[in-house]
Nanobody
Framework: QVQLAESGGGFVQTGGSLRLSCVAS????????MGWFRQAPGKEREFVAS????????YYQDSVKGRFTISRDNAKNTVYLQMNSLKPEDTAVYLC????????????WGQGTQVTVSS
């Protein structure tokens, strides 16, 4: 089992920045992908970014490339999502997730943290 706890959401104006954190516990993450997803009201959950813990390789949704950066801190078992140049359409609940490298689906999810970007 992997337990995930997000923090760092909040209210920011267009063009502002936020950094989300996700602390993982319960397993070593060397054989996991860590991902960030988001869900806006009335919309499907969508992939934002992911990182392969062992290599640090990162992947992004096209709409956030160049604005968001996912990273990890091995010592703290924490994954971050640095979000710059925020837009109103980035408003959503952001969820941290984990999946084994041999799994297709993300099996473990955090509770989510709200990000609101005002225009």
């Amino acid at each position: 089992q992997v337990q995930l706890a997000e923090s760092g959401g909040g209210f920011v104006q267009t063009g502002g920045s936020l950094r989300l954190s996700c602390v993982a516990s319960g397993r070593t993450l060397s054989s996991y992908f860590m991902g960030w997803f988001r869900q806006a009201p009335g919309k499907e959950r969508e992939f934002v970014a992911s990182i392969k813990w062992s290599t640090g390789n990162t992947y992004y949704q096209d709409s956030v490339k160049g604005r968001f950066t996912i990273s990890r801190d091995n010592a703290k078992n924490t994954v971050y999502l640095q979000m710059n140049s925020l837009k109103p359409e980035d408003t959503a609940v952001y969820l941290c997730a984990a999946r084994s490298v041999v799994s297709i689906n993300y099996n473990y999810w955090g509770q989510g943290t709200q990000v609101t970007v005002s225009s």
